[in-house]
Nanobody, 120 residues
Framework: QVQLVESGGGLVQAGGSLRLSCAASGRALSRYVKGWFRQAPGKEREFVADITWGGGRTNYADSVKGRFTISRDNAKNTVYLQMNSLKPEDTAVYYC?????????????WGQGTQVTVSS
């Protein structure tokens, strides 16, 4: 059964850092494009970052460029999101997701999410 499990969320003060992890079960997912999304209370889910299976291409939302870094370890079937210089507006539930290729618009698999709260 394919499963994505996020961890690493928590409460942090503004300016602090957190590192999110997303562990995937199922060997096929190691070659999938992996992405991070977030949803704040009362808002729609939004794209944060994604990375190709080889790590050769990354993409970020303008709101997190220069502060967040996405990376992956295919041997561990895990994708990471290093979040630095956190702001209160980064508060949200963060979800990881996977899709077969960069040409696919929609993501096929989603995790349950991990809460990130940034206090001012």
């Amino acid at each position: 059964q394919v499963q994505l499990v996020e961890s690493g969320g928590g409460l942090v003060q503004a300016g602090g850092s957190l590192r999110l992890s997303c562990a995937a079960s199922g060997r096929a997912l190691s070659r999938y494009v992996k992405g991070w999304f977030r949803q704040a209370p009362g808002k729609e889910r939004e794209f944060v970052a994604d990375i190709t299976w080889g790590g050769g291409r990354t993409n970020y939302a303008d709101s997190v460029k220069g502060r967040f870094t996405i990376s992956r370890d295919n041997a561990k079937n895990t994708v990471y999101l290093q979040m630095n210089s956190l702001k209160p507006e980064d508060t949200a539930v963060y979800y990881c997701a996977a899709k077969r290729s960069d040409f696919d618009k929609d993501y096929d698999y989603w995790g349950q999410g991990t809460q990130v709260t940034v206090s001012s």
